[in-house]
């Protein structure tokens, strides 16, 4: 498993050399939606406290770094961590309240929705941030800005976000801290009659995927150079964040990815082929149906079916 990671990666590292311009955008994407999927993975997928509002940390952190950027002249390079610890104290205000107060299930989604919403009808109104109309960042291809000329800066930078994530999930995962999440996402009444503090735990798994989700905010940001309340808080996003997971397997290290690199190639050919018919937005339709085939006939997601399909034939049963 480790050499074919180590090959996959050594792959992705020589592949801009042979993709043309609109296949790195392409890639770029899927490395940046796997970022945030794995991100939401360590709450939604290890813990299982499924966030619907993930996009209020893309938008804090997005919001923090430029205007910062804008307004004081602070590197993107910085900016990005003060949008993270931004990010990370909404996340601790949203999980207290949820944890604290006991909400689970679709009551927690409703709560992380909430906030995700008064973030979008806040910035809205607040005309110091751009309202309604959003933020424009000026292109000036300086790389201390976070800007580049040559695309294929973002595409590393992309994909070195991926692998941040995904290091930081495995580190989870090896250790205590992943297992308590795994169980208290089994059975977290179990987990509390066994004396394991479910409280403080499902706290660190929630301010570690809001930092890491406020990181992606830059990127997002000075990739896209506009931010939009109505895009970058809006529910859409989220969506585009949790069924990457889902689609792929929530709760495994290649789950988002390959969530990510299934969806996003798609969603891109539905959105052009939709846009040349006049149907716009038709591509949540394709969404919905690939989701809802998931759920009736993969409902792990597609990695652990696969996973498990490759284990029978390295060891059939007799």
């Known amino acids: 498993m480790k050499w074919?990671?180590?090959?996959?990666?050594?792959?992705?590292?020589?592949?801009?050399?042979?993709?043309?311009?609109?296949?790195?955008?392409?890639f770029i994407l899927i490395f940046f939606y796997a970022f945030l999927g794995q991100a939401w993975n360590v709450v939604g997928g290890y813990a299982g406290q499924l966030s619907a509002?993930?996009?209020?940390?893309?938008?804090?952190?997005?919001?923090?770094?430029?205007?910062?950027?804008?307004?004081?002249?602070?590197?993107?390079?910085?900016?990005?961590?003060?949008?993270?610890?931004?990010?990370?104290?909404?996340?601790?205000?949203?999980g207290y309240l949820g944890f604290r107060f006991g909400?689970?299930?679709?009551?927690?989604?409703?709560?992380?929705?909430?906030?995700?919403?008064?973030?979008?009808?806040?910035?809205?109104?607040?005309?110091?941030v751009g309202g309604a109309l959003g933020l424009y960042i000026t292109f000036t291809g300086n790389p201390r800005q976070f800007q580049f000329q040559d695309q294929r800066v973002y595409y590393y930078l992309a994909l070195g976000f991926m692998?941040?994530?995904?290091?930081?999930?495995?580190?989870?995962?090896?250790?205590?801290?992943?297992?308590?999440?795994?169980?208290?996402?089994?059975?977290?009444?179990a987990c509390e009659a066994l004396g394991v503090n479910t409280f403080k735990y499902k706290m660190l798994a929630m301010l570690v995927s809001s930092f890491l989700t406020g990181l992606g905010g830059t990127f997002y940001a000075f990739y896209l150079f506009s931010l939009q309340p109505a895009t970058v808080f809006g529910i859409p996003l989220s969506v585009e964040?949790?069924?990457?997971?889902?689609?792929?397997?929530?709760?495994?290290?290649?789950?988002?990815?390959?969530?990510?690199?299934?969806?996003?190639?798609?969603?891109?050919a539905s959105r052009y082929y939709f846009g040349q018919s006049g149907l716009?937005?038709?591509?949540?339709?394709?969404?919905?149906?690939?989701?809802?085939?998931?759920?009736?006939?993969?409902?792990?997601?597609?990695?652990?079916?696969?996973?498990?399909?490759?284990?029978?034939?390295?060891?059939?049963?007799?």
């Open 4 to 26: 074919a990671a180590l090959v996959g990666v050594a792959v992705l590292l020589v592949l801009p050399t042979l993709l043309s311009s609109y296949m790195t955008t392409i």
């Open 53 to 94: 509002g993930h996009a209020a940390f893309v938008g804090i952190g997005g919001y923090t770094s430029a205007l910062l950027s804008n307004e004081l002249g602070l590197t993107p390079w910085l900016g990005m961590f003060v949008g993270a610890a931004l990010a990370s104290l909404l996340g601790a205000l949203i």
């Open 103 to 128: 909400l689970r299930g679709f009551y927690f989604v409703l709560l992380t929705v909430a906030f995700a919403e008064v973030c979008r009808i806040l910035v809205s109104n607040i005309d110091a």
């Open 163 to 189: 692998l941040l994530a995904t290091g930081v999930a495995a580190l989870i995962e090896r250790r205590r801290f992943g297992m308590y999440l795994s169980a208290i996402r089994e059975d977290e009444t």
């Open 241 to 268: 964040i949790v069924i990457r997971p889902v689609i792929g397997g929530s709760g495994t290290l290649i789950g988002p990815i390959l969530g990510s690199f299934i969806l996003t190639p798609l969603a891109e």
């Open 280 to 318: 716009h937005g038709a591509h949540l339709i394709v969404y919905g149906t690939l989701l809802m085939a998931v759920v009736l006939f993969l409902p792990q997601g597609a990695y652990p079916f696969l996973r498990r399909l490759f284990a029978e034939r390295r060891h059939p049963a007799p």
